[in-house]
């Protein structure tokens, strides 16, 4: 298998059918995140997958405008995590919310194994979709995973259309990574 094929194919899609997923392919998903490394093995993610007709519509319920293209997705995956389920770090590093980063991130490409779109989200009443997805106080809802096969992009509005088909836009790699120390290409361009 060739990584780099999930990894180039992984793009924030809205364009997302209604059509239900079955547990086995969500908990592959899962599986694939469960298997993400983390400093001491503490695996400090946790993930709510909603599917239950009501619950999902609770959930959607705290969505944002801009995410209207979500509410017919079958399926939307919460990754939590909080500081103190993670190594901390003597100089104040929390490794928690890196480690479920990459998490997320594998689930996202096993999603893209799978011909599936996963988009990550964080327009939602965060307080609200935690009382929806009722986690307990420590918990922090980091991000929604809206996941689904891929759909009809007639509903989406101009400006997710073409972002659906346009050109993946990222930075010139010289501006985002470096050899050996660091290079003030890396800054980004000063604000205002």
């Given amino acids: 298998m060739e990584l780099m094929k999930e990894i180039e194919g992984r793009r924030a899609y809205r364009a997302v059918g209604p059509e239900s997923l079955d547990r086995a392919t969500l908990s592959r998903l899962a599986e694939a995140a469960h298997l993400a490394p983390s400093s001491m093995n503490k695996q400090p993610w946790r993930m709510v997958t909603v599917t239950d007709p009501e619950r999902l519509a609770a959930l ?17 995956t919460a990754f939590v ?23 997320a991130m594998a689930y996202q490409l096993e999603a893209v194994h ?6 990550p989200i964080v327009g939602f009443d ?57 290079n003030d290409r890396l800054l980004p361009p000063a604000k205002g």
């Fill in 60 to 76: 959607r319920a705290t969505l944002s405008s801009g995410n209207y293209w979500a509410l017919k997705a079958p399926a939307v």
């Fill in 81 to 103: 995590t909080s500081a103190d389920w993670g190594l901390r770090m003597p100089d104040g590093r929390e490794l928690a919310w890196f480690e479920l980063g990459m998490a």
């Fill in 114 to 119: 799978e011909g599936l779109v996963a988009h």
């Fill in 126 to 182: 965060a307080k609200a979709a935690a009382a929806a997805l009722a986690l307990p106080p420590e918990a922090t809802l980091v991000i929604l995973v809206v996941v689904g096969k891929p759909g009809d992009a007639a509903g989406l509005s101009e400006k997710h259309l073409e972002s659906e088909n346009g050109p993946r836009i990222r930075k010139p790699l010289d501006e985002v990574a470096a050899f050996d120390a660091w």
